[in-house]
């Protein structure tokens, strides 16, 4: 970890210790909007990390903002991080400048006639952006725009985690493109993965914190006048979620490594396949060592294992991701052992590599 990358850490740690609780996630479902935390995080410059200061932006790479979407994955930040750093990046590829407000972005197909109203279904965090960007196929053609939210109707809706997730109705839309054909395209599947960065990237973060619950309510809980964590079973509960969580890490980490080098595409889809699929086991895992408990309201588990199962399915779930890795293998012209290993068919024999 670079020193600009652990000052980053440090910071977004602290921040979100000292400004999330379980009663702001609570007012949060309830329809409030963290406007503390959030002017905390616009001063900070956690809003603009990855944006280049001539745009506004504090600077920085993706990996930054990857940690600390990981740590606001951890401890279960209700606001708009992820919507915000994809539309401000979007923003910015095409010199637009960034804007301390929460942003949102669909990609889909988007049919604009006028005199017909728009709507936009499953907008993240629609009710509070001050901007959404729109990315996918516009009137049946590759593109990506951005509209201003002012004016608009919003009916509002939720995601299993409590997180809003809203119908915006546009009576007059006027979208102002940023990109039409092939550019377009592209920037549409750089959204599409960032999307799904991120949320491998809070799911991480999701995870480690569910095994600390899980470690710390095992050590604390007595039963038969033991501590949990004597038991066989629990123990068995703890070592699979402890190897799932190794697994999540050690696939971000690819994932990451990939895309600070320009070449995360077939990672970053196999980091969301593989994290998404730890998800389940790991909260079910989870509810079944905490028992009842782990079912009620007032514990704080299901602040993370609903964005689990939440988050695995945005962006593309596992078999959106497989289907995609295996149209991509399917049309290269090496074989997939090839593409795995980077090595060729001809240089491998009995299990080494010459």
């Known amino acids: 970890m670079s020193e600009m990358?652990?000052?980053?850490?440090?910071?977004?740690?602290?921040?979100?210790?000292?400004?999330?609780t379980k009663e702001l996630n609570e007012s949060v479902e309830s329809g409030a909007f963290p406007e503390e935390l959030w002017q905390v995080l616009a001063e900070s410059g956690m809003l603009s990390i990855g944006v280049p200061e001539a745009l506004g932006g504090v600077g920085g790479d993706v990996e930054d903002a990857l940690a600390v979407l990981h740590l606001a994955g951890k401890h279960a930040v209700p606001a708009p991080l992820l919507e915000t750093l994809g539309a401000v990046w979007t923003l910015a590829e095409f010199g637009e400048e960034a804007e301390p407000l929460p942003m949102s972005f669909v990609i889909g197909d988007f049919l604009i006639e006028e005199g017909t109203p728009l709507k936009l279904e499953h907008v993240p965090w629609g009710r509070v952006a001050s901007k959404v960007i729109v990315a996918g196929t516009i009137n049946g053609k590759p593109g990506i725009g951005q509209f201003s939210?002012?004016?608009?109707?919003?009916?509002?809706?939720?995601?299993?985690?409590?997180?809003?997730?809203?119908?915006?109705?546009?009576?007059?839309?006027?979208?102002?493109?940023?990109?039409?054909?092939?550019?377009?395209?592209?920037?549409?599947?750089?959204?599409l993965e960032i999307g799904a960065a991120g949320r491998s990237a809070m799911m991480a973060g999701a995870i480690e914190?569910?095994?600390?619950?899980?470690?710390?309510?095992?050590?604390?809980?007595?039963?038969?006048?033991?501590?949990?964590?004597?038991?066989?079973?629990?123990?068995?509960?703890?070592?699979?979620?402890?190897?799932?969580?190794?697994?999540?890490?050690?696939?971000?980490?690819?994932?990451?490594d990939a895309l600070s080098r320009g070449t995360g595409s077939d990672e970053i889809a196999m980091a969301k396949i593989r994290i998404s699929e730890a998800a389940g086991t790991?909260?079910?895992?989870?509810?079944?060592?905490?028992?009842?408990?782990?079912?009620?309201?007032?514990?704080?588990?299901?602040?993370s294992t609903r964005r689990l199962w939440t988050w695995r399915e945005e962006y593309g779930n596992e078999t959106?991701?497989?289907n995609v890795l295996a149209e991509r293998y399917l049309t290269k012209e090496e074989s997939l052992w090839e593409s795995i290993t980077k090595t060729k068919r001809g240089n491998v024999h009995a299990g080494s590599v010459v």
């Open 5 to 20: 990358l652990e000052f980053i850490a440090d910071s977004a740690k602290k921040i979100f210790r000292d400004q999330v």
């Open 149 to 191: 939210t002012d004016g608009i109707q919003v009916v509002e809706n939720q995601n299993l985690a409590g997180e809003p997730l809203d119908q915006l109705v546009i009576n007059d839309p006027d979208i102002e493109l940023l990109s039409e054909g092939e550019q377009a395209k592209q920037a549409t599947a750089r959204l």
């Open 282 to 303: 790991v909260s079910s895992r989870a509810h079944q060592l905490h028992a009842a408990i782990g079912m009620t309201y007032e514990h704080e588990l299901h602040l």
């Open 320 to 322: 959106y991701w497989a």
């Open 209 to 256: 914190h569910v095994l600390n619950l899980c470690v710390f309510y095992a050590k604390e809980r007595q039963q038969f006048g033991r501590p949990l964590t004597r038991f066989q079973a629990i123990q068995h509960h703890i070592a699979a979620i402890a190897g799932e969580a190794a697994a999540v890490l050690g696939a971000l980490s690819g994932s990451n």
